[in-house]
Structures are given as structure tokens and as C-alpha cells.
């Protein structure tokens, strides 16, 4: 801990992130003992205005946790009806007629999660859970023993050089019993957490995909709201594990996203351009042309599954959501699964003195659990190619999951091979003429605000690496993998050097987990920094 003497807070309970688990948390916590002093503290400028997903939600959890919610829906909310699942190829495709059976949605709903959350931050609210959003947690705070004992909210006003601007404002230390860490996919604050308590230790590296999503407004007659369609094939090849979305909701308006996994080899693969090239193909683009975007954005999704699952317990703290990785690949579907272990945890705490100690082992022995063991080696299975993994997925669904063995993960970053190490796969892109143009114009649709003057919170460890080594080897991924043009390798005639345009990121932590030399850490800029998503 610094030596100045900061302001603090005392809280029974601090829950990082104001997302469905941690607001999920929050409020069934209340519920049971209105008498635990409840504080969420979110890094965006609003509740939900980072939170990026599909989102199509099975909506049992939330009945448990709110029982009337139907009567009084958030804003975007349709029920799920007709189901479609294609393979494309680069002129055309074929519906399968089979749905797999993950994908099945009758009953569900489509939703924007940023509107989900935003909807739901009240309902805590009325319940007296304190949410604080703009408020970064910049670090854990420990006791001489090493236990959690709260968080640090990151200072506010510091500039580029680490001088104080006129309006600095210095973090407080928010002291609490027990610390939820509710931060989403690869949380910076969790990052660190599971190398100092080893809590990988007994678990397979955790696995992410890259998820980019756009909200359309189309010209009237297009939509049949409730219509949900996915499709595999074009524009990714057969070694990529790569897939969309298209949602049709209500007034007119589609949802639709492009996922790719980070185990990919091609260190040339761009994933926002395969999104790009994606919205071109012949199936989709008539649904789009006339129309306007209305938000873009990217985030990370967490894959590892049932064999990448942490211990989610440590001295003053526990994992929930995507932060433990509790995301259902072949349903892509982890809404449902924060709030489940949102809800644990909270039913743990409430009766355990607030304890963290045996959550591990009661979320293990849960429904989200027995769900992820499932279908543990279906996403693994793709690794070996888009075939297999579909043969695969066809006989770990129709057995569910009872194979003797357990496919493994690897971490992401090792997975690129250098350039030069094979043939280049022929990407056969075609000339796209829909919005946007580019990846800088996609940063104006994700809205996203960061102080020019304040530190880069993209830490490369020794800058150097990028041009010695990775240059030659792998020809900078970092300046195709980024959805948000971050990193730039420029020649301004004293060499090359990496250039690092952080008031563009979207915070979608690619670069922390795809960089294949382990260099790039991703941290929490000042609070209330970074995009701001309408309806994602």
C-alpha cells in the first residue's frame, strides 16, 4: 500500500464490475440480509455502457433472482422465435436442417446486456446496494497476511508524465470484508489475482475469442423480430474457429457480430476485417444497404470452459461470471451463468459470515458447473481443424459429454506461427462498401473517450522486442489483431519504433492475451474512460 493516507470507505461487501454477476450478486445478497453493506463500483461512465454481448439470455436465472421481471421488461428485450443455422461460403451458403441443439431458443430472449444492466442497477439501487460507476479499481489492497482486504480506486488528473493536472483527485481505498471480483473477461484486477494465489495452478489455460458486434437501423420490412440466425464458414477458414450472429429486433433494428477464437494460427488473420468481409457476403449485406449503423464495439470472451475454470476462491475474495469463465461456447451463451454464480455466491457469503472460504467447491458442485463439464470438448475440438471439431461437437452433444477424456487448452499466445513458417491461406476477401470504412471510423461508432492527457494504460513491457524480434517473426499481429488500430509500427525516419494510440482502445483486452510474447498488460485507465455503447 502507498504511503500517503487516502479517504476510505467501509463496505461488508465490494463487488468490482456492474455487470449481470455482480449485479446479480448485489441484489440477491440484499435480499437475503438487508443488513450487509453492499458497494458496486464500475470502471465505465455509466452502468452498462461497456458491456458488450450477443445477447440472447435463458431467462431462468434472472426468474429466480427477480420473479416479476416479465411484467416490467428491460428496454430491449424480444423473445426468441424462428432459428436458423448456415454455412456459408464466399457466394452463397446452405441452411443446415438442423439447428444444434445449444442453439435452440424457444423461450429465450434477445437482449441488449448494457440495457439489461443499466435496467438492472436500479433494482439493486432500491434494495440500498451503493453503485459507483467511473470509479476504476486500479489495485487490490492486502493485510500483512496477504489477504484481500478491499480495493483502490485509480487517481483521477494524472497526466502523460505522472504530474498532477489541476484537477487531480486522489483514489480512495474502499475496505471491505470480502471482495467480489465481477470484472468480465480477462479483469485486469483478477489477472493478477490468480498469479499471486496460484489459482491456475490445477487448471488448463484459460482460452478467449474475439467478439465484434454492431447495432443496425434498416430500412422498413427487413426485420422479423425474434429471428435469430448463426452461420460458420466464410470468410474464415477451416483452421479458425470463427462464426456470426444476426439478431432481428424490434423498430426496425439488427443486432450482429463476428466471433473469432484466439487460438488462431495465421498471424495475417484480421479479425475486424473478417467481420467486415463478413457483412459483405450476398446473404447478409441486402439486410444492411440502405441502412445506418447506429454502435460498434469489441470484447473478449472467455472459452476456456469446464477444464480452464480457476479456483474461484481466496483469502478475502471470490470469482464470479466471465471472470471465473463460465461462458456455454456451443450456446454462446454466459448471461445465464453470471447471474447463476452471482446468485451462489451471494447464497454462500449470506450463510458462511460472509467467508469465501468452500465457494470453490459449492460452485463446482452447481448447475453452471454440470452445464461446462458437458461440453468441455467441444470447443477444444475445433483446434484440430473446423470438420473435426463439427464431428466432434456432433458426438460430445449426442453422449452429453460422458467421453472418458478431457480435450486441453492451451494459452492463446503461444498459438501464431511465424511468418514464412507455411503458406499463407488464401483469404479470397471481396470489395466491401458497408460502414465502416475503417477501423478508426469504428472507434467513432463505439464512442469511446479517453483523456490524450493521461497515462497509456497499455504497458509493453520492453518496446524493443516489437521491433528486433516480433517484426521479423511475426510481422506485428498486434497491428492486425486490434480492433481499434492501437498499435501502429511507424518509420518517421529515426527508425522504426511502436506507437501506441491508447485513446482509441475499446478495452477489449486482445492485445493482453493474443501478444505472443507475453509483453503487453492491459490496465485500468481513469475512471469513467474508454467507450460508451448504445445498446450492445
Known amino acids: 500500500m502507498s504511503?500517503?493516507?487516502?479517504?476510505?470507505?467501509?463496505?461488508?461487501?465490494?463487488?468490482?464490475?456492474?455487470?449481470?454477476?455482480?449485479?446479480?450478486?448485489?441484489?440477491?445478497?440484499?435480499?437475503?440480509?438487508?443488513?450487509?453493506?453492499?458497494?458496486?463500483?464500475?470502471?465505465?461512465s455509466t452502468v452498462g455502457a461497456q458491456i458488450l454481448s450477443g445477447a440472447v439470455i435463458e431467462p431462468a436465472p434472472l426468474d429466480a433472482l427477480l420473479p416479476g421481471w416479465r411484467d416490467a421488461p428491460p428496454p430491449i428485450c424480444v423473445p426468441a422465435k424462428d432459428d436458423e443455422f448456415w454455412f456459408y461460403t464466399k457466394t452463397g451458403g446452405f441452411k443446415s436442417p438442423i439447428v444444434p441443439p445449444?442453439?435452440?431458443?424457444?423461450?429465450?430472449?434477445?437482449?441488449?446486456?448494457?440495457?439489461?444492466?443499466?435496467?438492472?442497477?436500479?433494482?439493486?439501487?432500491?434494495?440500498?446496494v451503493e453503485i459507483y460507476p467511473g470509479f476504476a479499481a486500479a489495485e487490490t489492497l492486502h493485510d500483512d497476511s496477504g489477504r484481500v482486504v478491499g480495493v483502490r480506486i485509480g487517481d483521477m488528473g494524472v497526466a502523460k508524465d505522472g504530474e498532477h493536472k489541476p484537477g487531480y483527485t486522489q483514489g480512495i481505498d474502499i475496505h471491505a470484508?470480502?471482495?467480489?471480483?465481477?470484472?468480465?473477461?480477462?479483469?485486469h484486477l483478477t489477472k493478477r489475482l490468480v498469479k499471486q494465489f496460484a489459482l491456475d495452478r490445477d487448471s488448463d489455460p484459460?482460452?478467449?475469442?474475439?467478439?465484434?458486434?454492431?447495432?443496425?437501423?434498416?430500412?422498413?420490412?427487413?426485420?422479423?423480430?425474434g429471428k435469430i440466425v448463426h452461420t460458420l464458414g466464410w470468410p474464415a477458414d477451416d483452421k479458425?474457429?470463427?462464426?456470426?450472429?444476426?439478431?432481428?429486433?424490434?423498430?426496425?433494428?439488427?443486432?450482429?457480430?463476428?466471433?473469432?477464437?484466439?487460438?488462431?494460427?495465421?498471424?495475417?488473420?484480421?479479425p475486424w476485417e473478417a467481420f467486415q468481409q463478413w457483412k459483405n457476403h450476398p446473404l447478409v449485406k441486402p439486410l444492411l444497404e440502405g441502412g445506418t449503423i447506429l454502435s460498434g464495439g469489441a470484447r473478449a470472451i472467455v472459452t476456456g470452459g469446464w477444464q480452464s475454470l480457476p479456483k474461484v476462491e481466496m483469502p478475502g475474495a471470490l470469482l464470479i461470471g466471465d471472470t471465473a469463465g463460465l461462458?456455454?461456447?456451443?450456446?454462446?451463451?454466459?448471461?445465464?451463468?453470471?447471474?447463476?454464480?452471482?446468485?451462489?455466491?451471494?447464497?454462500?457469503?449470506?450463510?458462511?459470515?460472509?467467508?469465501?472460504?468452500?465457494f470453490d467447491a459449492k460452485l463446482r458442485d452447481s448447475e453452471a458447473m454440470k452445464e461446462l463439464k458437458q461440453i468441455r470438448n467441444i470447443k477444444p475440438g475445433f483446434k484440430k481443424g473446423l470438420w473435426f471439431g463439427l464431428m466432434n461437437a456432433a458426438w460430445e452433444t449426442v453422449s452429453f459429454g460422458l467421453s472418458p477424456w478431457t480435450l486441453k487448452n492451451k494459452p492463446d499466445w503461444c498459438s501464431l506461427d511465424q511468418i514464412g513458417a507455411h503458406e499463407a491461406p488464401r483469404r479470397d476477401y471481396v470489395e466491401r462498401t458497408l460502414a465502416p470504412r475503417d477501423r478508426l471510423q469504428a472507434v467513432y461508432y463505439a464512442a469511446t473517450e479517453h483523456d490524450e492527457d493521461q497515462p497509456v494504460h497499455l504497458k509493453v513491457a520492453d518496446t524493443s522486442i516489437c521491433i528486433e524480434r516480433c517484426t521479423v517473426e511475426y510481422d506485428n499481429p498486434c497491428t492486425r489483431f486490434c480492433p481499434a488500430g492501437v498499435y501502429e509500427i511507424v518509420d518517421d525516419g529515426a527508425g522504426k519504433r511502436l506507437q501506441i494510440n491508447a485513446a482509441n482502445c475499446v478495452h477489449c483486452k486482445t492485445c493482453d492475451i493474443k501478444d505472443p510474447?507475453?509483453?503487453?498488460?492491459?490496465?485500468?485507465p481513469e475512471g469513467g474512460s474508454g467507450p460508451n455503447y448504445q445498446n450492445l
Open 517 to 524: 510474447y507475453e509483453i503487453i498488460t492491459w490496465v485500468t
Open 206 to 225: 484459460q482460452g478467449y475469442s474475439i467478439g465484434l458486434k454492431e447495432l443496425w437501423q434498416v430500412p422498413e420490412g427487413r426485420v422479423t423480430p
Open 102 to 128: 445449444g442453439m435452440h431458443n424457444h423461450g429465450n430472449f434477445i437482449v441488449s446486456l448494457g440495457a439489461l444492466c443499466a435496467w438492472l442497477a436500479p433494482q439493486a439501487e432500491a434494495l440500498g
Open 240 to 270: 479458425i474457429y470463427g462464426g456470426s450472429f444476426l439478431y432481428h429486433l424490434d423498430n426496425n433494428q439488427i443486432a450482429l457480430g463476428y466471433v473469432s477464437g484466439l487460438d488462431y494460427q495465421d498471424a495475417e488473420y484480421k
Open 327 to 358: 461462458l456455454n461456447v456451443p450456446k454462446i451463451k454466459g448471461t445465464h451463468q453470471a447471474i447463476r454464480s452471482g446468485m451462489l455466491a451471494a447464497e454462500h457469503l449470506a450463510g458462511n459470515a460472509l467467508e469465501p472460504s468452500g
Open 177 to 187: 470484508k470480502v471482495t467480489v471480483l465481477a470484472e468480465g473477461a480477462r479483469g
Open 3 to 44: 504511503e500517503v493516507e487516502r479517504d476510505v470507505m467501509e463496505y461488508d461487501v465490494v463487488t468490482v464490475g456492474a455487470g449481470p454477476a455482480g449485479l446479480a450478486f448485489a441484489i440477491r445478497l440484499k435480499q437475503l440480509n438487508p443488513e450487509i453493506s453492499v458497494c458496486v463500483i464500475e470502471k465505465a
